[in-house]
């Protein structure tokens, strides 16, 4: 299955799409009999509310999360593949976005942060495209409106925010009106939605958006025992990803090295931002699936022993589908 995808080739589209619906055999076999969902923030559905709790049955939820799941396989297959991220053209990117977009059943369901992802992809793009921008004031203050839309959508999302002057680190020499223009862009949003909640008389709501800022860091995360085992083939894969990636590091090109340094950064901070959430859920990590899939598509791509990494897939694959259905 790896051979297949380590090219572009059309029929790998197929190939995709039903790796993805076998990736959900078991919720369709085991359906809930109610999924809610809520799109936006509490305090952003006086300014948008959209009545989606109960627009969708249990199986038009998982079918529609299924389709935003594979148009997002592609596009992000087309941001690695336009910026040499790998070195070469391959479907790996696609293939494994689906996979880790796939881990655990709440990924399955349409959520907040699965929307979310959308904005994550933008950025990813946006990012890449600072390193042969002469001028990116412009870039900045877009980066900090994204960041902000999805802060409305999902709050930890405001985590990203620091990751955008880790980028500039990373990519560029100190400029105080890029750094500038990344918080102009975030304030933005959130004036323009301060005014509407003076509007509505609710100014005094606004202070509470910011309350997750101070909440206290868990010591510990409840996570189900065999959603444990199903990541220890990720675990496996990535670090060996991380090694493989170490031995061609200084033999490839500056916007590679840079670009992976970035990803592993935006891989930590959403690992990291659960804790803003009061009651968490396990869909918030699927806001780590781009910069995991990068890494797991680089091993999958340079490694040279063939029955190793289509076992490890197989693996993977296989405890995904067991531990639902299980």
């Known amino acids: 299955m790896i051979q297949q995808f380590r090219s572009i080739n059309p029929l790998n589209i197929i190939l995709l799409i039903g790796i993805a619906i076998a990736l959900r055999i078991g919720i369709f076999m085991n359906l809930p009999q109610q999924i809610s ?10 300014l948008i509310d959209i009545p989606l709790q109960s627009a969708f049955s249990p199986f038009g939820n998982v079918i529609v999360a299924l389709v935003i799941l594979i148009t997002q396989a592609l596009i992000f297959n087309k941001i690695i593949n336009s910026y040499g991220l790998l070195g070469k053209p391959t479907f790996l990117p696609a293939l494994l976005y689906v996979t880790t977009g796939s881990l655990l059943t709440p990924f399955l369901l349409l959520s907040p942060t699965l929307i979310c992802n959308f904005l994550i992809l933008w950025m990813i793009e946006k990012f890449l495209s600072v390193y042969k921008r002469a001028e990116v004031s412009s870039v900045m203050f877009d980066l900090g409106m994204l ?55 609710s100014l005094g709501k606004f202070n509470e958006i910011w309350l997750p800022l101070a909440t206290r860091f868990p010591a510990n995360l409840r996570i ?72 797991m598509a680089y091993y999958f791509l340079y490694s040279n022993t063939r029955w190793l990494y289509e076992s490890l897939y197989f693996i993977l694959v296989g405890s995904i589908i067991y531990f639902q259905i299980f």
């Open 37 to 46: 969902f809520e799109f936006m923030e509490p305090f952003a559905r006086l």
């Open 147 to 201: 960041v902000a839309l999805g802060t409305l959508i999902y709050f930890p999302f405001i985590s990203m925010l620091p990751l955008m002057w880790i980028s500039l680190i990373i990519f560029r020499p100190f400029n105080w009106r890029e750094w500038i223009g990344a918080i102009i862009g975030f304030i933005t949003i959130f004036f323009f939605l301060a005014v509407y909640y003076y509007w509505n008389d």
């Open 224 to 295: 189900n025992r065999f959603d444990y085992l199903v990541l220890i083939p990720v675990a496996i894969i990535l670090v060996l990803g991380f090694f493989q990636l170490q031995k061609n590091f200084f033999r490839s090109v500056v916007q590679l090295r840079k670009s992976f340094q970035l990803l592993f950064f935006m891989f930590i901070i959403g690992l990291a931002s659960y804790y803003l959430k009061q009651n968490l859920v396990l869909y918030h990590f699927l806001i780590c699936a781009p910069p995991a899939a990068a890494l």
